[in-house]
């Protein structure tokens, strides 16, 4: 039997690649969790620094500050990595809608 060499980590099914990068997990009841992985172990359980919730309702979404949160492995559905121009595009998509929405003094 052999082992695998640092050289076959990124072969394999681990997380490890996605350590330190700004990841969208589905949960199993449709919540979708966007962070920064931090750690994580054999059972797909995470730990996400700077979470949200994303809420999306048609075309409109909005992001709900969760902190340090903490994820169930048997609870994941999906992990993949946020691509920095898709992220960036959507945060200038909802600073031009609070521009737009400014009329209703929401405070």
Known sequence: MSWAGPE????????ASYLDKKLLVLL??????LGILRSFDQFANAVLEGACERVIV???YC???LGLYVIRGENVVLIGELAQKV????TDLKGS???????????
């Open 8 to 15: 076959d980590i990124y072969l394999s099914t681990s997380l």
């Open 28 to 33: 199993r009841d449709g919540r979708k969790l």
């Open 58 to 60: 048609g075309d409109l």
């Open 63 to 65: 992001d709900i500050p």
């Open 87 to 90: 992220e960036r595009e959507a």
């Open 97 to 107: 809608m609070r521009k737009r929405m400014e009329f209703l003094d929401m405070d």
